[in-house]
């Protein structure tokens, strides 16, 4: 997994934007610490005044909270290659 940082507060609007500067598709997938990951979900209830479905996908690409052999830091993404 590789680990990047898009800034201070990971955002929905960040995450899109960091899709697109490190062009991932559906090839990818991106793991959030369970803390930006809980904010995520928040701020897209207060966006579209809906749930987040899960799996959930952003431009293709697979948004998820990290599992327990997974240690993402906290205000950083980390991305794994599908295979």
């Known amino acids: 997994m590789e680990y ?3 800034g ?3 955002s929905y609007k960040m995450l ?3 899709i ?3 062009n991932l ?3 990818y997938t991106i793991v959030l610490n369970y803390n930006n990951f809980d904010d995520i979900v928040l701020e ?3 966006i579209y005044s809906e749930e987040m479905i899960f799996p959930h996908y952003l431009l293709g690409v ?3 909270e990290e599992e ?3 240690s993402v830091p906290q205000n950083r993404i980390g991305i794994i290659k599908n295979e």
């Open 62 to 64: 697979e948004i998820r």
């Open 4 to 6: 990047k940082y898009i």
């Open 25 to 27: 598709n559906e090839d």
């Open 68 to 70: 327990n052999n997974e």
């Open 16 to 18: 899109k934007e960091a």
């Open 8 to 10: 201070k507060n990971i």
């Open 20 to 22: 697109l500067n490190f």
């Open 44 to 46: 897209y209830r207060d």
